[in-house]
């Protein structure tokens, strides 16, 4: 892994950004957290995080013009949970228009099934693509999330909660995960490891 690389998360209103600049200092690599549009523009890797709410992040984003920004990026960008759900078209929270990145609509679970949110450790299964090696198919990784991507054909990995879901993603330079790969231990850490050598 090349220790001179660019590496911005996008600073933006959500939480767990913190955690994932610790994961990437655990593999030796300082990221810097900006919204600043030239430094985003010069990294060799993005990673968009997050935990919230769908409709007023968007508003965020987009008054910031982010939103614009990220959807022009020519350089591996990591969507993570709310960053997934972002880069689709249509979120059912709020009936927020997204970025629109992934041509999918995000739903909510079902309110008659289990436990909403849906909250811990779960396998991944049905992987293709190159962010997640095959060796991790079956290995068990960290999801808190209340709406989900359906199984589509940008799917790069699914998993099962009362329903089949995109647990990863993949179109072009741009790939995101549904779980949280800074709080999955040895299988999120190589992932990351992964996406930053891709």
């Not at 290995?139 to 879901?165: R, W």
Request: net charge negative; with cysteine; charged share 20%.
């Amino acid at each position: 892994m090349n220790r001179w690389m660019k590496v911005a998360i996008i600073k933006y209103n959500a939480g767990n950004i913190r955690s994932v600049d610790h994961a990437l200092k655990r593999l030796g690599v300082e990221a810097v957290i900006t919204d600043d549009h030239e430094t985003i523009l010069k990294a060799d890797r993005v990673i968009f995080p997050g935990v919230g709410e769908a409709a007023s992040t968007m508003e965020y984003l987009k008054e910031r013009e982010l939103d614009t920004l990220l959807k022009g990026l020519s350089c591996p960008v990591l969507g993570i949970c709310l960053g997934q759900q972002l880069m689709c078209s249509w979120s059912e929270e709020g009936d927020t228009p997204c970025i629109g990145i992934f041509d999918q609509a995000v739903r909510h679970f079902p309110k008659d099934g289990l436990k909403v949110p849906h909250m811990g450790w779960n396998s991944l299964d049905r992987v293709k693509g190159i962010l997640i090696p095959a060796e991790l198919i079956g290995s068990y990784v960290y999801f808190v999330h209340s709406y989900y991507v359906p199984v589509c054909e940008d799917t790069a990995a699914e998993t099962s909660y009362m329903l089949p879901f995109s647990a990863a993603m993949q179109k072009d330079n741009f790939y995101a995960t549904q779980f949280h790969p800074e709080k999955s231990g040895g299988p999120g850490e190589l992932i990351l490891k992964q996406f930053l050598e891709l």
